[in-house]
């Protein structure tokens, strides 16, 4: 049974095929076929060594497909259609930092494999209507998304910002518009843009044509600002976050796709704000379950820019580097 595994030290050129036998599940485990998984920007830095990982780890932490065997116990049915979760030591409620460190494609074994056998928990059924390939988007970006906007409490008519068009950007969208919110998204190109309106977006702005994008945001919102962000530019773009904000808006702090080479905090806007500033890693179990329930009830179908054989996954990481993407980069297994 196939597996892609990592070659220490790192480097996309040290992904190899490799195999994996799973055993049996035991009391409480299930086994499952794996037939989707999709690539995140951690998976990159996993592969590449920047993160830390154990010699011949299995990548990746996004996996669907289908139950084929049960352990006693085990909550689930041979058939069942289900989507790994990143957290699996995170069941619910408040965990320490701590305790977060052995999550698939990182700490443990990921899902560029055929089959694994984990304990049921590992796994959430998946959401009715969706392929493999779409459920296999949401245990990373789709949840990170999910508890961006479950933490700001995002309710009908809130103004929110969604920067970019990776995956995460893109399901903050999705949901924001599912909770009746009104979303302006940021993109660096005209195309890019005008996907974004076809998926919803009420107001797009250019931030290359327009770096001072945080004035814009005040433009369209009769200079009061936005409810929420979703900030993942990082240091290089908090600056026009914060610029963008209203008072007492809740900012997101997800991730730093536009680099660190500006790391300071607009320390005098924070404070004169009154702006809520919250972590967030992911999320546990019960916000994927949150999540898949309400993706069943709208309807929401995950963005795919394209999909590559499990074999190809170096290929698909450098396509992910390359920025070209719109939504999510899905493996086929
Ligand atoms: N904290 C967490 O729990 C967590 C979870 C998941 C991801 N993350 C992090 O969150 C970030 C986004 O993840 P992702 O999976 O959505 O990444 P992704 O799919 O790789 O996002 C790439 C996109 O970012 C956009 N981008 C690049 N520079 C930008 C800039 N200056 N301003 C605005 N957008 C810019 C580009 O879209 P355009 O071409 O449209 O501008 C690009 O296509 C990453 O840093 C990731 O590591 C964190």
Redesign the pocket.
Same mark, same amino acid.
């Given at each position: 049974m196939r597996a892609m595994r990592i070659r220490q030290p790192g480097g996309l050129d040290r992904l190899y095929l490799g195999s994996a036998t799973p055993p049996a599940p035991g009391p409480g485990e299930i086994r499952v076929r794996l037939r989707a998984a999709a690539v995140?920007?951690?998976d990159g830095?996993v592969a590449k060594g920047v993160f830390p990982a154990a010699d011949g780890l299995i990548p990746l932490s996004d996996g669907a497909g289908e139950v084929v065997e049960v352990g006693p116990g085990a909550g689930f049915a041979p058939g069942d259609a289900v989507v790994s979760v990143?957290h699996t030591a995170w069941a619910d409620g408040h965990i320490e930092r701590g305790q977060l460190t052995a999550s698939p494609g990182g700490g443990a074994d990921g899902f560029a494999c055929d089959f694994v056998t984990r304990p049921a928990g590992h796994f959430t059924h998946a959401p009715r209507g969706l392929t493999h390939g779409q459920a296999a988007t949401l245990t990373?970006?789709g *949840?990170?998304a999910w508890?961006a906007l479950a933490d700001g409490h995002v309710l009908p008519g809130a103004r929110v910002l969604v920067?970019?068009?990776?995956?995460?950007?893109?399901?903050a969208l999705q949901f924001a518009k599912a909770a009746g919110a009104v979303v302006i998204a940021?993109?660096?190109?005209a195309e890019?843009?005008a996907r974004?309106r076809a998926l919803g977006a009420d107001h797009v702005i250019n931030?290359?044509e327009e770096p001072k994008w945080g004035q814009a945001v005040l433009d369209l919102t009769g200079g009061l600002g936005v409810d929420h962000i979703v900030e *993942?530019?990082?240091p290089?773009?908090l600056a026009q976050s914060l610029q963008a904000a209203r008072t007492g808006a809740h900012i997101a702090?997800?991730?730093? *796709?536009?680099?660190f080479t500006n790391d300071t905090m607009p320390f005098a806007l924070v404070q004169a704000k009154r702006l809520r500033l919250q972590?967030?890693? *992911?999320?546990s179990r019960k916000d994927q379950l949150d999540m898949v329930r309400a993706i069943e009830a709208n309807g929401i179908e995950p963005v795919i820019d394209r999909v590559f054989p499990l074999e190809a996954l170096a290929e698909a990481l450098r396509y992910?580097d390359s920025?070209?993407?719109?939504?999510?980069?899905g493996i086929e297994i």
């Open positions: 995140n920007f951690r830095l990143f990373c970006a *949840v990170t508890r920067q970019g068009t990776g995956g995460v950007s893109l399901f940021t993109s660096s190109s890019k843009l974004l931030y290359r *993942v530019g990082g290089n773009t702090i997800i991730g730093a *796709v536009a680099g972590g967030v890693t *992911v999320g992910q920025g070209q993407h719109f939504g999510k980069i």
